[in-house]
């Protein structure tokens, strides 16, 4: 089985623009995943898919020495567990 989990960093979307939210966009992006898995022949059934916007962001730990862009750009990200 496979979560697919979205993510964003914390900056607010743009009010009016092709998402309503961090949390729309963070399941967008896991959705996106999601289909790339069945592309690939693993069911759907076997696939769960989370958006959590940015509830849940990197340890300081991983982006220490990095430039804001960069810090931002790691928490951007989706992530597939497998179990």
Request: hydrophobic share 35%.
């Amino acid at each position: 089985h496979f979560a697919v989990e979205g993510h964003t960093d914390s900056t607010p979307v743009i009010e009016g623009g092709i998402y309503r939210s961090n949390w729309e966009l963070s399941a967008i992006r896991a959705n996106a995943v999601r289909g790339r898995l069945e592309v690939v022949g693993i069911g759907r059934e076997q696939i769960r898919v989370e958006g959590y916007a940015d509830t849940k962001p990197l340890p300081d730990e991983d982006l220490r020495g990095l430039s804001l862009d960069e810090q931002l750009a790691r928490h951007r990200r989706v992530v597939v567990r497998i179990y």
